[in-house]
Every structure is written in C-alpha cells, then in structure tokens.
C-alpha cells in the first residue's frame, strides 16, 4: 500500500516536497516513479528511482525536481523546487518491483499505485 502526501497551494517559484510511503514491502528493492495529472491531459512521468539508486527525471523537470529515497523510512521523496503554473497536477507515486529500465517511465508498467495528492501552483 502507498500512500501520498505533500502537494498543497503555492505560488510560483516556491517549492513543496511530496512523501510516498509504502507499507508491506521495502521500496529499496524495487522502483518508484511520480507521475502527474493534469485536467485534460494524460498521465505523465515526473520522475523514477530504481534498485541501486539511479533516478530519472522529465526533461520538463530537470534541475528542478529531485527524487530521494529514505530506506530505514521505506519513503520516497519528490522535492519541487522552482514550482511553475504548468506543474499544477495531482501527482501520484507508484511502484513495481519487476520493472527493466525500458518500462521505468511508463505509468502502464506499474502495478502498485498512490492516491494522488495535489499540487497548485499559482502565477
């Protein structure tokens, strides 16, 4: 079981940092990802931290966004910075521990899923 939190309302510029937690399997073995969702759209991949700590990132979020990984927490990090209007989304965590690295991105590959927290960022 995930569980998401960390979005809230922010101007741009600011930043905020969303947690994922997971209960029942330790995250160290496995990958997260953080996708986003906004109105209309589809979803889209944020970022991933896989086994051995490799992340990946959005090219719309690089420099910006950082994922993390905390094992003795078993949580997941996704520190915003730099926040603009057009990262407004709920965003989601996920995680897989059968991925290859081809599927990493892809919110499809993903058996395990968050609720979904908010995040607003005003101009």
């Known amino acids: 079981q995930l569980q998401a939190s960390g979005g809230g309302l922010v101007e741009a510029g600011d930043s905020l940092r969303l947690s994922c937690a997971a209960s029942?399997?330790?995250?160290?073995?496995?990958?997260v990802g953080w996708f986003r969702q906004a109105p209309g759209k589809e979803r889209g991949f944020v970022a991933a931290?896989?086994?051995?700590?490799?992340?990946y990132y959005a090219e719309s979020v690089k420099g910006r966004f950082t994922i993390s990984r905390d094992s003795a927490k078993n949580t997941v990090y996704l520190q915003l910075n730099s926040l603009k209007p057009e990262d407004t989304a709920v965003y989601y965590c996920?995680?897989?521990?059968?991925?290859?690295?081809?599927?990493?991105?892809?919110?499809?590959?993903?058996?395990?899923w968050g609720q979904g927290t908010q995040v607003t960022v005003s101009s």
């Open positions: 996920a995680a897989d521990w059968q991925l290859i690295l081809s599927q990493i991105r892809n919110a499809g590959q993903y058996d395990y």
């Open positions: 029942g399997r330790s995250f160290s073995s496995g990958a």
């Open positions: 931290i896989r086994r051995g700590d490799f992340k």
